[in-house]
Protein backbone atom coordinates (compact mmCIF):
# COMPACT_ATOMS: atom_id res chain seq x y z
CA UNK A 1 0.00 0.00 0.00
CA UNK A 2 1.50 3.40 -1.07
CA UNK A 3 0.92 6.52 1.13
CA UNK A 4 1.39 10.11 1.42
CA UNK A 5 0.49 12.93 3.83
CA UNK A 6 -1.31 15.55 1.60
CA UNK A 7 -0.70 19.34 2.65
CA UNK A 8 -1.84 23.08 1.69
CA UNK A 9 -0.17 26.67 2.24
CA UNK A 10 -3.21 27.87 3.82
CA UNK A 11 -4.02 30.78 6.32
CA UNK A 12 -2.40 33.75 3.28
CA UNK A 13 -5.52 35.76 3.67
CA UNK A 14 -4.55 39.00 6.16
CA UNK A 15 -6.80 42.22 7.17
CA UNK A 16 -9.49 43.48 4.54
CA UNK A 17 -7.31 40.44 1.80
CA UNK A 18 -8.47 37.15 1.27
CA UNK A 19 -6.45 34.27 -0.62
CA UNK A 20 -7.85 30.84 -1.56
CA UNK A 21 -11.05 29.33 0.44
CA UNK A 22 -9.42 27.99 4.05
CA UNK A 23 -12.68 26.28 5.44
CA UNK A 24 -13.21 24.39 2.01
CA UNK A 25 -9.64 22.95 1.58
CA UNK A 26 -8.70 22.03 5.14
CA UNK A 27 -11.97 19.44 5.36
CA UNK A 28 -9.60 17.49 2.26
CA UNK A 29 -6.10 17.54 3.20
CA UNK A 30 -4.15 15.86 6.47
CA UNK A 31 -2.01 19.08 7.35
CA UNK A 32 -2.13 22.68 7.29
CA UNK A 33 0.87 25.10 6.26
CA UNK A 34 -0.17 28.06 8.54
CA UNK A 35 1.34 31.22 7.88
CA UNK A 36 2.72 33.35 10.70
CA UNK A 37 2.28 36.67 9.92
CA UNK A 38 5.51 37.42 7.44
CA UNK A 39 4.44 36.42 4.19
CA UNK A 40 0.72 36.47 5.13
CA UNK A 41 -1.42 35.43 7.95
CA UNK A 42 -1.98 37.78 10.66
CA UNK A 43 -3.62 36.80 14.22
CA UNK A 44 -7.07 36.81 13.42
CA UNK A 45 -6.25 34.36 10.17
CA UNK A 46 -3.89 32.09 12.50
CA UNK A 47 -6.70 31.33 15.45
CA UNK A 48 -9.26 30.89 12.64
CA UNK A 49 -6.94 28.29 10.57
CA UNK A 50 -6.03 26.38 13.89
CA UNK A 51 -9.12 26.40 15.16
CA UNK A 52 -10.56 24.61 11.84
CA UNK A 53 -7.31 22.53 11.62
CA UNK A 54 -8.74 20.96 15.57
CA UNK A 55 -11.69 21.02 13.97
CA UNK A 56 -11.31 18.59 10.59
CA UNK A 57 -8.43 16.63 12.92
CA UNK A 58 -5.96 18.27 10.46
CA UNK A 59 -1.94 18.68 11.67
CA UNK A 60 -0.58 21.95 11.74
CA UNK A 61 2.53 23.23 10.65
CA UNK A 62 4.34 26.59 10.88
CA UNK A 63 4.99 28.12 7.29
CA UNK A 64 7.95 30.97 8.03
CA UNK A 65 8.77 33.23 5.25
CA UNK A 66 10.76 36.55 4.73
CA UNK A 67 9.29 39.72 6.16
CA UNK A 68 8.14 40.44 2.95
CA UNK A 69 4.22 41.03 3.07
CA UNK A 70 4.18 43.24 -0.09
CA UNK A 71 6.70 40.22 -2.25
CA UNK A 72 4.17 37.60 -0.65
CA UNK A 73 7.29 36.22 0.66
CA UNK A 74 8.31 35.69 -2.62
CA UNK A 75 11.98 38.09 -2.85
CA UNK A 76 14.99 36.55 -2.07
CA UNK A 77 16.43 38.52 1.09
CA UNK A 78 20.20 38.39 2.45
CA UNK A 79 20.09 37.75 6.19
CA UNK A 80 22.25 36.94 8.60
CA UNK A 81 22.70 33.54 9.97
CA UNK A 82 21.65 35.18 13.33
CA UNK A 83 18.79 37.02 11.93
CA UNK A 84 17.22 33.88 9.59
CA UNK A 85 17.55 31.45 12.63
CA UNK A 86 15.99 34.53 15.12
CA UNK A 87 12.91 35.40 12.44
CA UNK A 88 11.80 31.36 12.05
CA UNK A 89 12.01 30.62 15.91
CA UNK A 90 9.90 34.22 15.92
CA UNK A 91 6.90 32.87 13.44
CA UNK A 92 6.73 29.36 14.86
CA UNK A 93 6.48 30.39 18.39
CA UNK A 94 3.25 33.08 17.16
CA UNK A 95 2.04 30.08 15.41
CA UNK A 96 2.53 28.43 18.86
CA UNK A 97 0.62 30.55 20.72
CA UNK A 98 -2.58 29.40 19.01
CA UNK A 99 -2.03 26.05 18.90
CA UNK A 100 -1.20 25.57 22.66
CA UNK A 101 -4.57 27.80 23.47
CA UNK A 102 -6.77 25.08 21.30
CA UNK A 103 -4.72 22.19 23.27
CA UNK A 104 -2.89 20.56 20.03
CA UNK A 105 0.58 20.31 19.12
CA UNK A 106 2.49 21.72 16.79
CA UNK A 107 3.37 18.99 13.92
CA UNK A 108 5.99 20.61 11.67
CA UNK A 109 7.96 23.54 9.96
CA UNK A 110 7.60 23.86 6.33
CA UNK A 111 9.87 27.33 5.01
CA UNK A 112 7.82 28.99 2.07
CA UNK A 113 8.57 30.34 -1.18
CA UNK A 114 11.63 31.98 -1.33
CA UNK A 115 13.44 31.18 1.88
CA UNK A 116 12.32 27.26 0.75
CA UNK A 117 13.76 27.47 -2.76
CA UNK A 118 16.80 29.35 -1.07
CA UNK A 119 17.09 26.03 1.07
CA UNK A 120 17.25 23.95 -1.68
CA UNK A 121 20.87 24.69 -2.02
CA UNK A 122 22.19 27.08 0.70
CA UNK A 123 23.58 25.11 4.17
CA UNK A 124 23.72 28.04 6.23
CA UNK A 125 19.76 28.81 5.87
CA UNK A 126 19.43 25.25 6.25
CA UNK A 127 21.19 24.76 9.26
CA UNK A 128 19.47 28.28 10.52
CA UNK A 129 16.27 26.95 10.28
CA UNK A 130 16.82 23.62 11.64
CA UNK A 131 18.45 25.23 14.76
CA UNK A 132 15.44 27.40 15.20
CA UNK A 133 13.56 24.28 15.02
CA UNK A 134 15.90 22.11 17.03
CA UNK A 135 15.66 24.68 19.40
CA UNK A 136 12.38 25.41 20.25
CA UNK A 137 10.85 21.59 19.67
CA UNK A 138 13.15 18.91 18.56
CA UNK A 139 10.12 16.64 17.82
CA UNK A 140 8.58 19.03 15.19
CA UNK A 141 8.79 17.24 11.33
CA UNK A 142 10.68 19.51 8.80
CA UNK A 143 9.07 19.86 5.51
CA UNK A 144 12.21 19.88 2.85
CA UNK A 145 11.46 20.42 -0.93
CA UNK A 146 12.72 16.89 -2.22
CA UNK A 147 16.25 16.70 -2.89
CA UNK A 148 17.38 19.82 -0.90
CA UNK A 149 20.17 20.40 1.35
CA UNK A 150 17.75 21.52 4.12
CA UNK A 151 16.36 18.09 4.41
CA UNK A 152 20.44 16.55 4.68
CA UNK A 153 20.80 19.35 7.25
CA UNK A 154 18.08 18.74 9.75
CA UNK A 155 18.57 14.65 9.36
CA UNK A 156 22.25 15.55 10.55
CA UNK A 157 21.13 17.36 13.47
CA UNK A 158 18.85 14.57 14.51
CA UNK A 159 15.53 16.19 13.58
CA UNK A 160 12.46 14.25 11.70
CA UNK A 161 11.67 15.20 7.93
CA UNK A 162 9.53 14.45 4.80
CA UNK A 163 10.85 15.41 1.59
CA UNK A 164 7.69 17.44 0.34
CA UNK A 165 6.23 17.12 -3.40
CA UNK A 166 4.34 19.18 -5.55
CA UNK A 167 1.34 18.34 -7.88
CA UNK A 168 1.10 21.99 -9.87
CA UNK A 169 4.78 23.13 -10.11
CA UNK A 170 7.83 21.81 -12.48
CA UNK A 171 11.02 20.97 -11.80
CA UNK A 172 14.59 21.36 -13.48
CA UNK A 173 17.32 18.91 -13.57
CA UNK A 174 18.51 19.55 -9.94
CA UNK A 175 15.42 18.68 -8.43
CA UNK A 176 14.61 22.64 -7.07
CA UNK A 177 11.17 24.04 -8.68
CA UNK A 178 10.71 26.03 -11.91
CA UNK A 179 11.06 29.92 -11.27
CA UNK A 180 7.39 30.99 -11.78
CA UNK A 181 8.32 33.10 -14.52
CA UNK A 182 9.62 30.36 -16.76
CA UNK A 183 6.96 29.52 -19.07
CA UNK A 184 5.28 25.80 -18.04
CA UNK A 185 6.76 26.40 -13.95
CA UNK A 186 3.46 26.01 -12.83
CA UNK A 187 1.15 22.70 -14.21
CA UNK A 188 -2.09 23.74 -15.02
CA UNK A 189 -3.59 20.79 -16.66
CA UNK A 190 -4.84 18.76 -13.78
CA UNK A 191 -4.82 15.19 -15.37
CA UNK A 192 -1.30 16.03 -15.97
CA UNK A 193 -0.34 17.27 -12.43
CA UNK A 194 -2.37 14.29 -10.71
CA UNK A 195 -0.66 11.67 -13.18
CA UNK A 196 2.80 12.97 -12.53
CA UNK A 197 1.82 12.89 -8.32
CA UNK A 198 1.02 9.10 -8.65
CA UNK A 199 4.47 8.53 -10.43
CA UNK A 200 6.84 10.55 -7.86
CA UNK A 201 4.49 8.17 -5.01
CA UNK A 202 4.71 4.66 -7.12
CA UNK A 203 7.48 5.30 -8.99
CA UNK A 204 9.69 7.45 -7.56
CA UNK A 205 10.27 9.47 -10.72
CA UNK A 206 9.44 12.86 -12.32
CA UNK A 207 10.51 14.44 -15.56
CA UNK A 208 12.20 17.68 -15.62
CA UNK A 209 11.01 21.06 -17.57
CA UNK A 210 13.88 19.71 -19.87
CA UNK A 211 13.04 16.40 -20.06
CA UNK A 212 15.08 14.91 -17.84
CA UNK A 213 14.33 11.57 -16.04
CA UNK A 214 14.81 12.33 -12.08
CA UNK A 215 15.03 9.61 -8.98
CA UNK A 216 12.28 12.02 -6.14
CA UNK A 217 10.74 10.71 -2.82
CA UNK A 218 8.05 12.44 -1.57
CA UNK A 219 6.72 12.14 1.95
CA UNK A 220 4.25 14.56 1.78
CA UNK A 221 2.24 16.03 -1.44
CA UNK A 222 1.60 20.19 -1.44
CA UNK A 223 -1.24 21.34 -3.11
CA UNK A 224 -1.53 25.33 -2.86
CA UNK A 225 -4.15 27.08 -1.36
CA UNK A 226 -4.36 30.26 -3.13
CA UNK A 227 -4.83 28.59 -6.58
CA UNK A 228 -8.04 29.09 -7.93
CA UNK A 229 -9.10 25.42 -8.50
CA UNK A 230 -7.41 24.32 -5.84
CA UNK A 231 -10.45 22.56 -4.30
CA UNK A 232 -11.25 21.08 -7.39
CA UNK A 233 -7.65 20.10 -7.55
CA UNK A 234 -7.75 18.19 -4.14
CA UNK A 235 -11.11 16.63 -4.93
CA UNK A 236 -9.83 15.07 -7.67
CA UNK A 237 -5.91 14.39 -6.44
CA UNK A 238 -8.09 12.03 -3.87
CA UNK A 239 -10.62 10.06 -6.51
CA UNK A 240 -7.73 9.46 -7.98
CA UNK A 241 -5.81 8.28 -5.30
CA UNK A 242 -8.50 6.37 -3.91
CA UNK A 243 -8.25 4.46 -7.43
CA UNK A 244 -4.36 4.33 -7.79
CA UNK A 245 -4.61 2.21 -3.54
CA UNK A 246 -2.34 5.96 -2.61
CA UNK A 247 -3.82 5.92 1.28
CA UNK A 248 -3.69 9.62 2.08
CA UNK A 249 -3.10 10.07 5.94
CA UNK A 250 -1.18 12.54 8.29
CA UNK A 251 2.98 11.37 8.94
Not at 149 to 164: F, I, Q, S
Request: aromatic fraction near 8%; proline fraction near 2%; charge should be negative.
Amino acid sequence: MYSVDLNSDIGESFGAYKLGDDEAIIRHITAANAACGWHGGDPMVMDRVVRLSKEHGVAVGAHPGYPDLMGFGRRRMTLSFEEAKNYVKYQIGALSAFTVSYGIKLHHVAPHGAMGNQCQYDEELSRAVCEAVYEFDRDLIIYYCAGAVLGKVAEDMGLRTAAEIFADRAYMDDLSLAPRKMEGAMITDEDIAIGRCVRMIKEGKVTSINGKELDIKGDTLCVHGDGPKAMEFVRKIRKTFEEEGIQIKTL
